[in-house]
Nanobody, 115 residues
Framework: VRIVESVGGLVQPGASLRLSCAASGFTFTSHHIKWYRQAVGKERELVAL????????TYAESVKGRFTISREESNDIVSLQMNDLKPEDSAVYYC?????????WGQGTQVTVAS
């Protein structure tokens, strides 16, 4: 199983950024995919989840209405579109899949929102 996140970046407040999570080594459409984030000094938190068939999504209250998680089945990619970014969104973002009872994580990608 391999999970790789795209590169994040430094953006200004109010800007948008799209993260991608590429997965391989398991049947992509048979697993829910999650995005987590961890800010400095804070615990890792669930940001968004998309079900294996893409029919349902769940978001943290802090990002509802601003973030959108989606799947690109043909490419085994899950994207996280982040709009109206705020300084409090600054964190390392991780993609996650639970495969056979084991949690697999990407390497994480830094997102920094600052003026």
């Amino acid at each position: 199983v391999r999970i790789v996140e795209s590169v994040g970046g430094l953006v200004q407040p109010g800007a948008s950024l799209r993260l991608s999570c590429a997965a391989s080594g398991f049947t992509f459409t048979s697993h829910h995919i999650k995005w987590y984030r961890q800010a400095v000094g804070k615990e890792r938190e669930l940001v968004a989840l998309i079900t294996k068939d893409g029919s349902n999504t769940t978001y943290a209250e802090s990002v509802k209405g601003r973030f959108t998680i989606s799947r690109e089945e043909s490419n085994d990619i899950v994207s996280l579109q982040m709009n109206d970014l705020k300084p409090e969104d600054s964190a390392v973002y991780y993609c996650n899949a639970n495969v056979g009872g084991i949690n697999y994580w990407g390497q994480g990608t830094q997102v920094t929102v600052a003026s």
